[in-house]
């Protein structure tokens, strides 16, 4: 890593930063209209996560939710292009489960596009596994892998 990040909840007061930043991360398509940031940042049922360097630029994000049965369901992950491969998809990554587990999730999920080689690598590294293909998942019609993973109870409180 080439400088000290911090991981900090993200809010709706983060919402045109983490527009602006989707927009970097996914291509047409496939990104976040501010609607929806803003109905997810809103939502209690929502965790989201930011990476900010030291001079409070946003690089990442991860938007999560909790669903019934004890499921915790990642929604989206993006890390500006000029900051990948340093470690922050999996620092997000790991924040956005450790609050899934106190929130009493046991299991992770996902849906990631057939041909996002990058993202599926990183939740392989993670622990996830491919569970299911789904086929015509996305809008434009293109396949979508599904994966989980177990999550570990949370660390009891010293
Ligand atoms: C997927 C994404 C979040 C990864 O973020 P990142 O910060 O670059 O990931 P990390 O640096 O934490 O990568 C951790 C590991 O994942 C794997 N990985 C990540 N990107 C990879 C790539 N392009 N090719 C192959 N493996 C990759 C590697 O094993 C990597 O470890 P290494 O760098 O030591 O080899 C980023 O590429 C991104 O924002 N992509 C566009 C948006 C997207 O596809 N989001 C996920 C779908 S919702």
Redesign the pocket.
């Known amino acids: 890593m080439v400088c000290e990040v911090s991981i900090r909840p993200m809010t709706v007061r983060d919402l045109q930063a983490c527009w602006e930043l989707d927009q970097r ?2 291509a047409d398509g ?1 990104t976040y209209d501010r609607d929806t940031l803003r109905y997810l940042l809103t939502n209690p049922l929502v965790i989201a996560r930011k990476i900010e360097l030291p001079d409070g630029r946003m690089v ?1 994000f991860v938007i999560g939710s909790m669903e019934p049965g004890g499921v915790g369901h ?8 000029q ?11 790991d924040a956005l489960e450790e609050a899934f587990s106190e929130h009493g999730a046991t299991i992770a999920r ?4 057939v041909d ?11 622990g996830y596994t491919v569970t299911q293909h789904l086929p015509r998942y996305y809008t434009n019609g293109e396949d979508a892998l599904l994966m989980m993973k177990p999550l570990p109870s949370p660390a009891p409180d010293e």
């Open positions: 991360c996914f496939e990442g990642v929604i989206a992950l993006g890390v500006d292009p900051w990948r491969r340093r470690g922050f998809g999996r620092l997000l990554m996902l849906e990631v596009r996002n080689h990058a993202a599926q690598a990183l939740y392989q590294k993670l």
